[in-house]
């Protein structure tokens, strides 16, 4: 088995921590049908494949049950879109904004003080349930 680089080993490990964080801050709810508990997936407004600027923005990552990830959100991408920039049309501006910006080439360093960042946050979502 191939060994990761120590990048490649941050990024999984911000992968994981941002859709937690994101799972945490909606309260484990899933945002299209409300669903609470269950397998809930960290899902992506903006993919990954668009760039990865918002990669690990958890403004970028909503709480959908395995139901509503696989069906809605996967299965009618633009009727996914169209609701979610209704529901949360904050959110929605926000990520227009930073996806015409364009990707982001992320420094080791700056990694590091993201990973940080997500842990604290995580942590305060925690002590604040």
């Given at each position: 088995?191939?060994?990761?680089?120590?990048r490649?080993?941050?990024e999984?490990?911000?992968?994981?921590?941002?859709?937690?964080c994101?799972?945490?801050?909606d309260?484990y709810?899933?945002?299209?049908?409300g669903k609470v508990g269950?397998?809930?997936h960290?899902?992506?407004?903006?993919?990954?494949?668009?760039?990865k600027?918002?990669?690990?923005d958890?403004?970028?990552i909503?709480?959908?049950?395995?139901?509503?990830?696989?069906?809605f959100w996967?299965?009618s991408?633009?009727?996914a879109?169209?609701?979610f920039?209704?529901?949360?049309?904050?959110?929605?501006?926000?990520?227009q904004?930073?996806k015409?910006?364009?990707?982001?080439?992320w420094?080791?360093e700056e990694?590091?003080?993201l990973k940080d960042?997500?842990?604290?946050?995580?942590e305060e979502?925690?002590?604040?349930?």
């Open positions: 088995m191939k060994k990761l680089s120590p490649r080993k941050l999984k490990a911000l992968d994981k921590l941002s859709k937690d994101a799972k945490a801050r309260k709810i899933c945002q299209k049908c269950g397998q809930m960290g899902s992506h407004v903006i993919p990954v494949s668009a760039g600027r918002l990669r690990w958890i403004m970028n909503k709480c959908l049950c395995a139901y509503c990830h696989r069906r996967h299965s991408p633009m009727e879109c169209k609701w920039s209704e529901v949360f049309p904050e959110r929605w501006e926000y990520l904004r930073e015409a910006k364009g990707s982001k080439k420094s080791i990694l590091e003080l960042w997500l842990e604290d946050y995580l979502l925690d002590i604040s349930n």
